[in-house]
């Protein structure tokens, strides 16, 4: 799985063109890399991931970098969290990877706390830099009853 998710990086691949078997594979592996980058603690012991329809995006912000994507569709990566393991998060995932379905780029990374990277709106790459990590994601704690990680916002 780890080698076929570094021979993808970085491909630009139509989703919608491919069996629904690589294109799990592909939004699972995408996704994967994503949510380990930024809070490799969040996914703990549970990497099960459930994939959503096709979505469109929709946008009320005027901003250019929003309405240049809107009606561009996508998917959604959801790793599911462990209730018994993991503490208590705002959101009932660990987290959500959306994908754009035109070119297999990752468009956002949200997570259970609610702190989202929207990566459209930079790059992979740009924010994946050392210490952006850090900067914006505490690493999950394993605490009961209380919401962690706190995100910078």
């Known amino acids: 799985m780890i080698l076929f998710c570094l021979a993808t990086y ?24 994503a949510v380990t ?26 901003d250019s970098r929003f309405q240049e994507n809107v009606g561009r569709r996508f998917y959604v990566v959801t790793f599911n969290y462990d209730k018994d393991a993991q503490a208590k998060t705002r959101y009932k995932y660990a987290a959500k990877v959306g994908i754009w379905a035109d070119n297999g780029d990752i468009k956002e990374i949200e997570y259970g706390n609610g702190f989202m990277f ?35 916002r």
Not at 123 to 150: A, M, N, V
């Open 37 to 62: 980058t930024f809070g490799p603690d969040w996914l703990n012991y549970n990497t099960e991931a459930s994939f959503s329809e096709l979505k469109t995006f929709k946008s009320a912000r005027q």
């Open 118 to 152: 929207l990566i459209f709106l930079d790059s992979f790459e740009e924010l994946s830099k050392d210490g952006i990590r850090q900067k914006y994601i505490t690493p999950f704690d394993t605490l009961k009853d209380e919401y962690f990680p706190r995100a910078i």
């Open 10 to 33: 970085g491909q630009t691949k139509d989703l919608m063109n491919l069996s629904e078997e690589e294109r799990n594979e592909y939004l699972y592996s995408q996704s994967l890399k």
